[in-house]
């Protein structure tokens, strides 16, 4: 998972069972809201701090951090819930400095990659995108104590149609209790995105109780895929011995053995990496993610043709999950050969149309045109990878290195105009 799909040392994670997994419990909750279930994204973000937050209409994006502190089903869905509210409230819409460059697959890419990088923060990237050097991150991202108000209001109604316990709400809130009165440098980023009040904690408390009555239990398949992407979580971010240690008071042998598997495969010990996942493949053996990970176990030790098998099941068994297109297609490229390489091409032209804002699947096709002699098509690739990592310079270098070379007036010259256009209005 972070092998393969990481963008930087606090990136973005792709994994497409954990998001499978979070859409799965985000459903209700935009089933609720009357929002089409997968048009929201949900983005996670590599960082261990404590945050989640949306951008427009269509993402909401949250940390590592969270998602491991969150204990049950019903907290990271009233955290979803919340966030929704922001969204059906239109609290980003009407900031425009924010939205407008949200509109466009570039606007996004550069507020996803302010996020990765770490250094520069949102304020520099949404810079870029609006040529305004006086956005600050806190005013595109923070929100006033009426729009927290209206999104607690909001998510407790979204979360009391869905039939989920709003305790969770409450439960979620209360990791952020005295948060307050430490100073900046000390405190959640989430508390200061997300202002923390008594009225809140209040009005949360009243609401678990007028609708506590009226809730239901978690799926039990909602419960399973939600224990199983934490201990993926576990596997891939923590220390390997730690996990071993873990793994071993774990009650579930399910989740113990994934545990151990990841572990084992992280420390370079294969053979006791894969006897782990064996087992699970043979208790499971039509189970997608399973599949991926053999086939990841085995290209990251760069046995090519065994991987293949193991991907290509993952596909037949999700044939339109882009992250799961986008390892078979890398495993293919990694055969270097002509027959594999035209696979390959084919495999990620349908994944980038699904995922626009993949980096690694761009730059992957950038790589499998190149080969099959089609520069511009490959420049074009490239800079819309650059674009998505907020080095909007180098975008516009390949950008218009392609313009020279595709056909003018082709829906692939239009989208590298459009990023020099960007660019341009950048000051670049």
Known sequence: MLAASQISARGLIRDAEIEATLQLIAKPILVAAGIRPGSVRIVIVNDPSVNAFVNGRDAIFINTGMLTRLK??????????????HITGGHLITRNSASKSAGSAIGVGILLAAIAAGSGGEAAALALATGSAQIASRQVLAHTRAE???????????????????QGALDALELFRGQEILSDHRRDPYATTHPLTTQRISYLRDAVARNQAHTKPTPAATAYWHNRMVAKFEG??????????????????????????????RASKSKDAHANLDALLKARPNDPFYNELKGQFYLEAGQVAAAIPYYSKAVSLRPNDALLQSGLARALLAQDTTKATQQALGILEKAARQDRLNPRIL???????ARVGRPGH????????????GR????????????????EGTPAWRRAQDIVSVAKRAGL
Do not use: C, W
Request: proline letters at 4%; glycine letters at 2%; aromatic letters at 6%.
């Open 72 to 85: 049950s089903v019903p907290m990271i869905q009233s955290v979803i819930a919340h966030e929704v509210g």
């Open 148 to 166: 927290e108000a209206a999104a607690d209001q909001a998510s407790v109604r979204f979360m009391a149609r869905a039939g989920i316990d709003p």
């Open 236 to 265: 891939f971010l923590r220390n390997p011995k730690t996990i071993l240690t873990r793994a071993k008071n774990t009650a579930d042998p399910e989740l113990a053995t994934y545990m151990k598997a990841i572990a084992y495969h």
């Open 363 to 369: 730059q992957d096709l950038a790589q499998a045109y």
């Open 378 to 389: 490959a420049s074009l690739a490239t800079a819309e990878r650059f674009a998505l990592l």
């Open 392 to 407: 909007i310079s180098d975008a516009k270098l390949h950008a218009e290195r392609s313009t020279k070379i595709l056909a």
